[in-house]
Nanobody, 117 residues
Framework: HVQLVESGGGSVQAGGSLNLSCVVS?????MGWFRQAPGKQRMEVAS???????YYSTFVKGRFTIARDNAKNAVYLMMDNLAPDDSAMYSC???????????????WGQGTQVTVS
């Protein structure tokens, strides 16, 4: 049974930074992050596969960095220059398959709130 456990998130002022972490128990290939703001559709933020090739959505490119530690089976999201529009519930996601566009998710984390004011 694959589980995704997230940590990080919280509140920050505009222009600030936050880091998210997600540890995955079980064998997965693609790992990524999604976000969903109230009243809006869930959107893919970034993903990364076992070869450590990253993919970024256009709205975070240049501000967010996704990283992966295969030894720890963990994925990280470093978020810089945050804006109020980045406020959302951020969820870790994983797939048994290689990353696709859009990412096909097999497993979800519980989500962690990011609030930018």
């Amino acid at each position: 049974h694959v589980q995704l456990v997230e940590s990080g998130g919280g509140s920050v002022q505009a222009g600030g930074s936050l880091n998210l972490s997600c540890v995955v128990s079980g064998n997965v290939n693609c790992m990524g992050w999604f976000r969903q703001a109230p009243g809006k559709q869930r959107m893919e933020v970034a993903s990364i596969d076992q070869t450590v090739r990253p993919y970024y959505s256009t709205f975070v490119k240049g501000r967010f960095t996704i990283a992966r530690d295969n030894a720890k089976n963990a994925v990280y999201l470093m978020m810089d220059n945050l804006a109020p529009d980045d406020s959302a519930m951020y969820s870790c996601a994983a797939s048994r398959n290689w990353c696709s566009r859009p990412m096909r998710v097999d497993y979800w984390g519980q989500g962690t709130q990011v609030t930018v004011s």
